[in-house]
C-alpha cells in the first residue's frame, strides 16, 4: 500500500526540510529533557513527578529520539506535544494520589486481560468484551486525561473531546490508519498507553525507528510496567468502582507473564493465536504507517528481522508454550481463543472464553455481539492492504513455526 500524506501535512513537513538544512528543527522544536519537564510543570502547576523511575526511561527514548528516529518537522510537533501530556499525566496522578492515598487501596478483582502477538484478534476481541455492562477496559481519552476522567467518575465532556482530538490526530496526518487500525477517543485502549505516564511502554517504539530505546525497554525490570499499570486501574476505579476490568496488549504480556501474574495473581488470560506469518506481514506494514507519521525515513525491513524472521517469532511462541508447561504459571487461569474461530463464529468463541472464566454468558450477551458487528462491518474504513511472503518465503519460514502451530490448532493462512 502506498503513503501518502495529506497536502497540509506535507506542506508543514516541507518547512521544515528548509530548517533542517539549516540546522535549525531541532531548536524550532526541541526535545530536551530540562525543556519538555518545565513544559510539564508550567501546564499543570504542579512540580512532584513522584519516585524518579520515570528519569532514566525518558533520558533514553530523548537520545534514540535524537540519533535515530529521523524525525520531521510535523513527526517532532507530535512528539514534543505527546512527551508534554505523559509527563502532566505523571505530576497529575503523584498530586492526586498524594492527596487521596486511598487509591491504592482500590482491590483490582480478577481482571482480564487479552494477550497475543499484533494483529492476532486482540483489537476486535477487546470491542466485543467492550459490549458486556459488567466489564470495563480504559478508552483512549482516559489515557490522554486519567486524571480528569477519575475525578469526574468518566463524564468530564471536555477531556473527552480533546482525547479524542489527540488520539484521531494519527488519522488525520496518516488517513491510512484507519483502514489498519480504526482509532477514536470512545474505543477501547491497549495497556501500553495506559501506562505513558512512566515513560516505559512498548506504546513507544511503535511509533517510531528508536532501536536503542526498544532493547532498553525490553530488557528493564516489567515491574515497573505492571505497578503503574496497577495504579492505573485503581485510579480509574476510585470513584468508579463495581465492573470487572479488562485489558489488552500484544506481545508485553506474552513475555512478562510471569511478572503479570504477580501483580495480579487472580488474573486471567486470553491468549490469542494466528498464523504467525501473515500476523508479520500485516504488523509490518502496521508500523511502516506508524513511522510514516513521523518521519521521511524509509522503513527499514532489515532492522526489524526479529520481527519479520520466522524462526524469532516460533522462539518466542515456544517459550511461552513452555513457561505455560513449567507450571510457573497458572495454567488454569488461561484461555486459547484462535483468530480463524473468532473470525468463523464470534458467538461461539467469546462463549468458550466466558465459559472458561465461569462467566454468564446468554441470549442478550449473544445479541449484544451480533449488534455491533453488524455496526462496524469488516473493511468498514477500508482494505488494509500490504505485501505477503512468496511462496519460497513461506517455506522457509513456516518450518520453524510448526511446534506453535501443532501445539494450539493454528491454521495456514498464507
Known sequence: MALNRPEWVERINREGRMWAAADMLADMVPLDFDGLVAAARRQTGLSDFGEADWVEPLEVLIGSLETEAELNLMGRLITRSELIVWLANRLKITDLVR???????????????IAGLGRSGTS??????HQDPALRTPLFWETYYPVESALSRGSDARAQRLGDEMVTQWIRITPEMQAIHETAGHLPAEDASLVTFGL???????????????????????DLFYRNHKLALQLLQWRRPGRRWFTKSATWHLVNLETLFRHYPDARIIHTHRDPLRINASVGNLLRTFYFQRSDKPFDAPGFKALLDGSETARLLEGVIDLRQSGRVPENQIVDSLYQDLMDDPVAALAKIYAAFDMAFDDAAARRIGEYLAFKPKHKHGVHRYATLSVEERAQKRPALARYQRHYGVPDEL
Open 200 to 222: 516505559l511502554t512498548d506504546v513507544i517504539p511503535s511509533f517510531f525507528n528508536i532501536p536503542t530505546y526498544h532493547r532498553y525497554l525490553y530488557r528493564a525490570d516489567p
Open 99 to 113: 492527596r487521596h492515598p486511598e487509591i491504592r487501596e482500590e482491590v483490582i478483582d480478577r481482571p482480564i486481560f
Open 124 to 129: 476486535i476481541l477487546q470491542e466485543l468484551l
